[in-house]
């Protein structure tokens, strides 16, 4: 039995030799229909280092151009498989697994333009994975008590933050400062920079 395994392993590597008796430069020249065409000009020497020691380094063949009927079709089965594919692809994205009794909520993607604004920023931790944790718990919390405003759980370098809302006006960030330190969040404030506005 170990004899017939030998046996098709040599087989089978032989075939595989012979297979690749084509050079590197060689594979790299050949042409595909609807590909780009590759053109190597070098010395024997560093044909020989490039290739190894095959002394083969006769030119592949050149290829037909395409006739314009041969582009025609080609274009014809592109814009076929287009029109196939779904106009709109509708992906819905899940927070990371907590390892508490919070459930998973889907992620809002806020669509619109950057504006100077403030957001109330629930938790600041370390780079660490028991800071991730707590952000993401914290958002998890924001997200099921606060269910209209988006909350973004990031890494800003060097710490994991939760921050809530898209606030234009300092008063409106106040007054869900308030909510939120009543909830517990002592340590929450109020952060300027870019919002996201509809």
Request: positive net charge; glycine residues 6%.
């Amino acid at each position: 039995m170990k004899r017939i395994v030998i046996i098709l392993t040599l087989c089978i590597g032989c075939i595989i030799a012979a297979d690749a008796q084509s050079t590197f430069t060689q594979r790299i020249q050949q042409s595909n229909q609807g590909e780009g065409k590759v053109t190597v000009k070098q010395s024997a020497d560093i044909d020989r280092l490039v290739n190894g020691s095959t002394s083969n380094t006769t030119p592949p063949t050149p290829t037909v151009a395409p006739t314009k009927q041969q582009e025609k079709e080609k274009t014809n089965e592109q814009s076929a498989t287009k029109e196939n594919r779904p106009s709109k692809v509708q992906i819905e994205t899940r927070d990371s697994v907590d390892v508490t009794d919070v459930t998973d909520m889907p992620k809002k993607v806020m669509r619109g333009h950057k504006v100077t604004g403030y957001r109330v920023q629930v938790f600041a931790g370390g780079n660490s994975r028991n800071d991730r944790i707590k952000a993401e718990r914290a958002g998890s919390e924001m997200k099921s008590l606060f269910p209209g405003e988006p909350v973004y759980v990031h890494f800003y370098s060097p710490r994991w933050v939760c921050r809530i809302g898209n606030y234009r006006s300092y008063e409106e960030a106040d007054e869900v400062l308030h909510r939120v330190r009543n909830l517990g969040y002592q340590s929450a404030i109020i952060v300027k920079g870019k919002i996201t506005v509809q």
